[in-house]
């Protein structure tokens, strides 16, 4: 049954044609994961999916996670990348995210593997109405990291909290892209990102709100702190805000 409802929503908010790693990841795919929280189930433990990066050899790897929350469902996932072999890895992943009427995701991602690893990791998030989701990505340990999350307001009364974490230094580079979406009136938007960068580190944060034309009565605010250690780390900050309605806060 719930496969059977997956079905219909894989590749339904990751749209190849717009990005390219995208399109490489639906290509490629080799593993994949369906977590489905039925009506009104509230999770009660939260469910941790480890991913390990183990090989003799330089390797890519093309992972695909499908979340789905029916109405009223209520779920925290926790996931975590490691890297335990010292060898080159190029990993990609795609996370397509549900979020039914009234239902609540608590989401982490977190990183801590090796200056070997390049990681590109592509999140697109759909909300239905009076929901909530707080997403966290954190970068502790890395090489390059690229994370790109979208999220889609697409039914009326939601709200979202989402937050980055970035640790960084040696010639690690972390970036991160985030578009929020006010399709429909009265959504709240909260979005804070932090990045400390020690030696020869660089950070990148580029964080779109997009307010449309119908999207009355929005709240949105967006904070990007950062500290430098270091003259020779670099930081390149891009918040942008986008608004085509009169009513609103931002």
Same mark, same amino acid.
């Given at each position: 049954d719930?496969?059977? #409802?997956a079905?219909?929503?894989?590749?339904?908010?990751?749209? $190849?044609?717009?990005? &390219?790693? !995208?399109?490489?990841? @639906?290509? *490629?795919?080799?593993?994949?994961?369906?977590?489905?929280v039925?009506?009104?189930?509230?999770?009660?433990?939260?469910?941790?999916?480890?991913?390990?990066?183990?090989?003799?050899?330089?390797?890519?790897?093309?992972?695909?996670?499908?979340?789905?929350?029916?109405?009223?469902?209520?779920?925290?996932?926790?996931?975590?990348?490691?890297?335990?072999?010292?060898?080159?890895?190029?990993a990609?992943?795609?996370?397509?995210?549900?979020?039914?009427?009234?239902a609540?995701?608590?989401?982490?991602?977190?990183?801590?593997?090796?200056y070997?690893?390049?990681?590109?990791?592509?999140?697109?998030?759909?909300? #239905?109405?009076?929901?909530?989701?707080d997403?966290n990505v954190? $970068?502790?340990?890395? &090489?390059? !990291?690229?994370?790109? @999350?979208? *999220?889609?307001?697409?039914?009326?009364?939601?709200?979202?909290?989402?937050?980055?974490?970035?640790?960084?230094?040696?010639?690690?580079?972390?970036?991160?892209?985030?578009?929020?979406?006010?399709?429909?009136?009265?959504?709240?938007?909260?979005?804070?990102?932090?990045?400390?960068?020690?030696?020869?580190?660089?950070?990148?944060?580029?964080?779109?709100?997009?307010?449309?034309?119908?999207?009355?009565?929005?709240?949105s605010?967006?904070t990007?702190?950062?500290?430098c250690a270091?003259?020779?780390?670099?930081?390149?900050?891009?918040?942008?805000?986008?608004i085509?309605?009169?009513?609103?806060?931002?």
């Open positions: 719930a496969q059977d #409802k079905k219909g929503l894989y590749g339904a908010l990751a749209d $190849t044609s717009e990005d &390219g790693i !995208t399109a490489l990841n @639906t290509m *490629l795919a080799q593993d994949a994961l369906l977590i489905y039925p009506k009104n189930v509230k999770v009660d433990r939260a469910i941790q999916v480890i991913n390990i990066l183990r090989s003799d050899v330089e390797l890519m790897v093309n992972r695909r996670v499908l979340v789905v929350l029916e109405k009223g469902a209520d779920a925290k996932i926790l996931f975590c990348d490691h890297a335990a072999d010292d060898r080159k890895f190029l990609t992943q795609v996370v397509e995210v549900f979020v039914g009427e009234n609540h995701l608590d989401m982490t991602c977190l990183e801590e593997t090796h070997k690893n390049v990681r590109v990791s592509n999140v697109y998030i759909d909300q #239905k109405a009076n929901s909530r989701v997403h954190i $970068t502790l340990h890395n &090489g390059v !990291t690229r994370n790109r @999350t979208d *999220l889609v307001f697409s039914g009326e009364g939601a709200e979202c909290y989402m937050n980055g974490c970035v640790i960084a230094d040696k010639e690690q580079r972390v970036d991160n892209n985030t578009l929020i979406d006010h399709k429909v009136p009265h959504c709240d938007s909260h979005e804070l990102y932090k990045y400390v960068l020690d030696d020869r580190a660089v950070g990148a944060f580029a964080g779109k709100v997009l307010v449309r034309k119908d999207a009355q009565k929005t709240t605010q967006e990007n702190q950062n500290l270091t003259k020779e780390c670099r930081m390149y900050t891009q918040p942008m805000l986008e085509y309605a009169d009513d609103v806060k931002c």
